[in-house]
Structures are given as C-alpha cells and as structure tokens.
C-alpha cells in the first residue's frame, strides 16, 4: 500500500468535531470514516434530525424528516420546518470582524458582525420599500466584496431569490444567464481590477437593461469605500443604507424555498437555472465545514472565488459557524505569485481554498513557501478540476508538511460536495478521502452495477439528499431536471463524473463522463493523461478530446509549454512513452500539439467539449461561459487532423 502523505494525529482526532458528533449520534464508528458514513446513509432520518440540533440550526425543525416520493427529486426533507438563511448566519452579535476584503490593488476593508447584522436589516427595509415580495429575483453583476454579501443576505431575509455573475462575465454572459429569471432588480459595483487593471463596470449596464427589460431599478455600490460613487442613472448603496429604517423581523420559510440561482457553465448551449433551497443549502454546508473540514467557532476560513463560481456562495455559507470569512478580489498571482498565500499567513487563515489549477501554477512555477509563516494553516481546499498526484506530493513538499490537503468534487448542482475529505482517514496522493456523510454515493457500471475497487465508473447518488437543486428555474414540467440527472439509471441521481474508487474507500476523478474518450472501445478518462502530461517539466498544461477518425477514436493530445518552446519528435516520445510507461498503450495520443492557449471557463475549467466540436466542424453558441474566447481560433481547422 502507498505511503499515506498525511495522517491526522491521534490529538487532531480526539479535538475534532467529527468525533464530537460520533459521541453526540451515541454511534460508535470507532474513528472507522467508512463505518460512520455508512451508517448515515442507512439512517437518513437519524442523520439528518441529529445534525439539525448538533449545529444548532435556528428554525422550527418539524416533525416530520423525510417525506418519501417514488420520484426521487421529489423527496422532501424537513416538509414542515421552517428557517430563515440569513437568522442563522447572522446569530453572532459582537465587534470583532465577521467578513475580510482584499483587493489586489492593496486597499483591505473590514465588518464587524455587529455592523454585518445592522447594514443586512437596513437593506433589507429598503427591498422592503421597493415593494419586492418572496420569490422575486434580485440579480447582481458583482465583484467579491463585503457589500456583495449585505445584499445577497438582506434579499434572503426576505425571501427573494437572489442570483450573481462575475464582472468578468460579458454582457452577453450575463443577459443569456440574468434575462431567464426576469429579476426586478440588478446590483452592481462602478468597477473592479484584475491582473492590474482598473476595469469600468457600469459602461456595461445600459446594454443589460435594454436586453433584460424586467431590470426597474439598479442599485451601485462603490469597489472602495472611500470614493463616492458618482452615477447620476443608477441608485446609490451608500445612500440607500443611511436612509433606510432598520427591519429586525426575520420571516421564516419552507426548508425548500428558493434562495438562489445558479447556472450550468452554458458552454454548449443557454446556462441551466439551476434553483436551490434555502434550508438545503445551510444544513448542507454547515455539515461539510463542521463535519468534514472540523470548522471551529471563530475560524479563519478563506477561498479564493468569485461571485460567479459556487464556492463564493460555499464561503458565505460558513459564516454560519460563527467563522470570519475572507474575500479577496482580482488575480491570484497578482501582484506576486505569493500573493494569496501571504494572505493567509497575515491573516493567520485556518482553512484555504483554492483551485486545482492554481495549485497546478505553483508547482509548475517550482514556487516554495518558505519564509511564510503558515502555521495556523490546518486544512487546503482543493476543487474545480481533479488535483493531478504530483500536486498533492507538491503541497507536502512545498507549501505545508503537516496540512489536511482537502480535495474535494461536487458540483454547483448541489452547491456542495459528493466526496471531500475527513479528520478519521488519511490523506493519500491523488485521492479524494471519502463520501459526503448523509449522502449515498456510489459508482456504477454501464448496467447499473457497484464496481469493485480499483474499477472505473460513473459517480451515482442511489437515494434523494438534502442538497439537491429544488428545480431549474422555468423548467414547469420537469423535463430539463430530469434530463440532467435520471436519463441514464432508472431514479437513480447520474452526476457526470468518471470515476475510480480505491482500496483506501478513497476516490480518483477521471474527467467528465461527457468527455471520456472510447480507443478501440475502452473507456479512458481524461484526467489520467493529464496526470502524465502536466508532471512533465516543459508542459505547463494539456487539453486532450476524442477525434472521430476512421470508424474508430483517436486520442488528440494538444499543450501548452514553458516560455511557448516548440516540441520536436522527441519530445514527443518522451511523452507518449511517459504515458504508455504509467497507463497503458491505449491511452497514448495519435497526435500531440502544441498550442498558444488552452480554452477554459471563468472558473478555470477546460473546455474539452468545445474543443471536440470546432475539430468536428461543429458550430460553438455560447462562447460567453469561455474566459479566453479568442484561444478556440486555433482549434478551427487545423491541417494536422485531417
């Protein structure tokens, strides 16, 4: 068996709040995460009903748990409870700091929960005033900002539906997203910066509302405190606060009432709404940071995110534990590639997030972490993509030696996670630690069948949970949700991910079902390959697709290299042979290309799917989902695959 990278210590296991909610269930799993877990998904009800108390939700909880349906996105949890989202992250009342902002352009600003509590209730009389009811849509074009979160929280302490876009979304973007929910309001900010640049928000407003005619009124916050925003069009946040009347009532609502909306990245057609509940969401959340990341009161927890990516609303979600949380806005690797990290260190973060491919950059820039002082670092957050083997050995070699590296999968259809990590099992390289407790996931075989160990297959959830989507918004029968989830095994949730379990209860991302290659038959997941690629020094990134060729499949294999050097024959054969050597003869690529750029989305994802359809000749719709549009040019006939 392979060395484990990390272990936690008998102490850290003995602290944790995993073990404290074993003792508090009376369900001895003897530290046993694979016992514990299994005993959660054969006890929903007792799971469930439990962790509602053990993380003091405030709310009335019901009688009832679960009310089963044959269908399985029609089951209800908690059918007669009732909760208000923004009560239960707002319970703490003192002056010490709630939220963190940074920006890259080096200006900090700070909130209290005290002040976090009085500016949400102010805002929330102002919508109030607006005449905005329960189920109405707020939508918000928003960099990552403390003033963000006041307005996400004041609209779900109405009951508005609330739904953000990143500013680097186009306006495109953000019409083909926003114009499906017809919301009566947008908020947004009179600028941003990335990578150094100081980029004009409101230029792109105009063309919004003539697109979405549903927008009434548009309310702008200032990207810094200290300057004024001056808008003559628009109503002024700063103005709106200090003349509203301060609403202390917190209405509370139906566990499955919609909170926000999210979208589908829409990179092969209009973004998916995809609806989520507001009782789902907390109770979901509050169990992956309490249970799985061991989330303390008064933790620092920090990741790096947009208003356009699900774990922006994962990082609210965490003020429910009574942690502060920690913005920053812009690049990551600006004006430093320390910068994050030297974040963490100041600010002394408990838990940091980030992407796979950030982690990717730093060990691809050979970057090391000494001189930082990371000691109050407990736990690394990884996801977007899987994280590449040679990653984990990197952050145990690089960055922290004693760290709970976290990969974690899921998904913005359950703003949550179906495999993460946990304080019982040990940390092993390229593996995901385990399930997500109260949810039974599984990976099957074409025919519906449990693989074995060390077999490939798809990530399945055999019964309803918590955190799935309420609906998609304008989805009336169903048909879309349906489509996504129930076409492949009879009622059975098919989340789209290859996968692999191993012999540690562990798991190992392959890719997308959706673009899994077929050579001669046999089912190869993307992610294997690029596992090789990217640990080859030259390469910084690779791209790999399926090419329809000769009644059969080819492997088309396209990177990225340092300083954009050529590569000549043997360079490639020394990554065939690389891949043959640690896969297999049927995952070696026909055909290796160099390119300037590899397509991705805004948060950080490859586009393979694109990809494969420019090389078929297939026509692309939705180009505003792709960070990097103008890098697809190069994939337009290409004279190699012909």
């Not at 484990?4 to 003792?23: A, M, V, Y």
């Not at 009832?64 to 007669?80: A, G």
């Not at 017809?182 to 990335?194: A, G």
């Amino acid at each position: 068996m392979n060395k484990h990278l990390w272990q936690p210590s008998e102490q850290k296991i003995k602290d944790s709040r995993l073990l404290e909610f074993t003792k508090f269930v009376g369900f001895e799993s003897n530290n046993n995460f694979k016992k514990l877990w299994k005993w959660s998904v054969s006890n929903p009800e007792i799971f469930w009903t439990k962790f509602w108390d053990y993380s003091k939700i405030i709310g009335d909880k019901g009688k009832e748990i679960i009310r089963k349906d044959k269908v399985f996105n029609k089951t209800k949890f908690f059918p007669d409870s009732r909760i208000n989202y923004s009560e239960n992250i707002l319970k703490k009342k003192n002056d010490k700091i709630a939220i963190n902002f940074l920006s890259e352009a080096g200006f900090e600003e700070t909130i209290s929960w005290n002040l976090l509590y009085e500016k949400v209730c102010k805002f929330s009389s102002y919508l109030k005033s607006l005449d905005l009811t329960k189920g109405d849509r707020v939508a918000a074009y928003v960099p990552n900002k403390i003033e963000s979160i006041i307005c996400f929280l004041a609209c779900a302490k109405n009951g508005i539906i609330w739904s953000s876009c990143s500013p680097d979304f186009g306006t495109q973007g953000v019409i083909d997203r926003f114009k499906q929910i017809e919301p009566k309001v947008l908020i947004t900010s009179d600028y941003y910066f990335y990578n150094g640049k100081k980029i004009n928000i409101l230029n792109k407003v105009h063309d919004i509302l003539k697109a979405i005619t549903s927008i009434k009124k548009v309310i702008v916050f200032p990207y810094n405190r200290n300057e004024k925003v001056v808008t003559e069009d628009f109503i002024n946040f700063e103005d709106v606060l200090s003349e509203s009347d301060f609403d202390e009532t917190f209405e509370r609502f139906e566990f499955n009432h919609p909170i926000y909306i999210l979208y589908s990245s829409g990179t092969t057609g209009k973004p998916k709404c995809i609806t989520h509940g507001t009782g789902n969401v907390l109770i979901e959340h509050n169990k992956e940071f309490i249970l799985h990341c061991d989330v303390k009161d008064n933790d620092k927890l920090f990741y790096y995110t947009t208003t356009g990516w699900m774990m922006w609303n994962w990082l609210v979600g965490g003020l429910a534990t009574g942690s502060s949380i920690f913005l920053f806005d812009g690049a990551p690797t600006y004006p430093k590639i320390n910068v994050l990290l030297k974040h963490c260190q100041n600010k002394q973060i408990n838990l940091f997030g980030v992407s796979a491919k950030y982690i990717d950059h730093l060990k691809n820039e050979k970057f090391n972490s000494n001189g930082l002082d990371l000691s109050s670092l407990r736990i690394i957050a990884s996801t977007g993509s899987p994280l590449a083997e040679e990653s984990f050995k990197y952050v145990y070699e690089n960055i922290k030696e004693d760290v709970h590296l976290s990969s974690i999968a899921g998904g913005t259809d359950m703003v949550g996670c179906l495999v993460l990590g946990n304080l019982y099992s040990a940390v092993n390289r390229g593996e995901i630690q385990g399930q997500s407790l109260g949810i039974d996931v599984d990976v099957f075989t074409d025919d519906g069948k449990t693989t074995k160990d060390g077999d490939k297959g798809e990530l399945v959830v055999k019964q309803p949970f918590p955190s799935m989507p309420v609906k998609f918004w304008g989805d009336t029968d169903g048909e879309k949700y349906h489509n996504a989830y129930f076409t492949k095994f009879k009622n059975i949730w098919h989340h789209g991910d290859f996968i692999e379990r191993t012999t540690n209860n562990g798991f190992i991302m392959r890719g997308r079902s959706d673009t899994t290659l077929n050579p001669g038959g046999v089912r190869i997941g993307t992610a294997e390959i690029y596992q090789q690629v990217e640990d080859i020094n030259f390469i910084t990134e690779g791209l790999v697709v399926g090419q329809n060729y000769n009644d059969d499949v080819r492997i088309v294999l396209f990177v990225t290299t340092k300083n954009n050097k050529e590569i000549d024959e043997e360079k490639i054969k020394l990554i065939k042979s690389k891949i043959r050597k640690n896969c297999s003869p049927k995952h070696v690529p026909s055909i290796i290309i160099k390119v300037p750029e590899i397509p991705r989305t805004k948060s950080g994802k490859i586009v393979e799917l694109a990809v494969k359809k420019i090389i078929s000749g297939e026509e692309l719709n939705n180009l505003e989902a792709i960070a990097n549009p103008e890098s697809l040019n190069f994939f337009k006939d290409l004279k190699e695959l012909k």
